[in-house]
């Protein structure tokens, strides 16, 4: 039940736009998204719970698609900071407790 | 700065030797969380405890184990230890165990096994 990333890697000019998907197989009930930087912890960007939500933060958004069961996250006009591995993590729809399951990752590159 | 603390920062010790990693949850949160991050794989989940109980299990190893304590910090001991258990080990915390929390992760020990 781990989601799917896509693409794996991406290299970007800054101000350019990219999109990071993340799809599952499972009905969920929210997703999570997290950039890391190299050696670093993951830090927590936006969560989206419900179909159709939609986010932003900072040129950061992401949106949730509850029945293609898949979230995009957009970054606008990138910026050298943004440059990271690129993490959702996918809670399904059921009973219990189910824990955050994360994707591969998307490892994003802005160059100048 | 997450306000989760991780100790030690490095950790290198010999295979079959046993190893603690503790965790600092963020002030408030009762919910802390462990994952394995090996070389450019993602964070695999590992186990979750909240206030003191274990909430949720990963595929966690056998010879892995944790447990969160009254003050609510908690530990994760690695035994047997074996040249694939090199990894990064983060704790996260939230301040709920339910779902649609988010997570804030602590720096991380990473563990070299020799």
């Known amino acids: 039940q781990q989601p799917v990333q896509s693409p794996q890697a991406v290299i970007l000019r800054e101000g350019e736009d990219a999109v990071i998907n993340c799809s599952s197989s499972k009905a969920l009930y929210s997703v999570h998204w997290y950039r890391q930087k190299h050696g670093e912890a993951p830090v927590f960007l936006m969560i989206?719970?419900?179909?159709?939500e939609q986010k932003g933060h900072d040129k950061i958004s992401a949106s949730f698609n509850e029945k293609k069961q898949q979230s995009s996250l957009y970054l606008t006009a990138s910026q050298l900071s943004y440059s990271g591995t690129y993490f959702c993590?996918?809670?399904?729809?059921?009973?219990?407790?189910?824990?955050?399951?994360f994707g591969k990752g998307t490892r994003l590159s802005v160059i100048a | 700065d997450s306000g989760v603390t991780q100790t030690p920062k490095h950790l290198i010790t010999a295979t079959g030797q046993r190893v603690t990693l503790r965790c600092s949850p963020r002030s408030g949160d009762l919910s802390v969380y462990w994952y394995q991050q090996s070389l450019d794989q993602g964070l695999q989940f590992l186990i979750q405890?909240?206030?003191?109980?274990?909430?949720a299990k990963g595929n966690i190893l056998e010879r892995f184990s944790a447990q969160q304590f009254p003050d609510l910090h908690s530990e994760l001991n690695l035994s047997s230890l074996e040249l694939g258990d090199s990894a990064l080990y983060f704790c996260a915390s939230s301040a709920s165990g339910g779902r649609g929390h988010e997570q804030y992760f602590g720096p991380g020990t990473r563990l070299t096994v020799t």
């Open positions: 989206l719970l419900k179909g159709g």
């Open positions: 993590g996918t809670e399904i729809v059921g009973s219990g407790n189910t824990p955050l399951v």
């Open positions: 405890y909240y206030n003191g109980e274990e909430r």
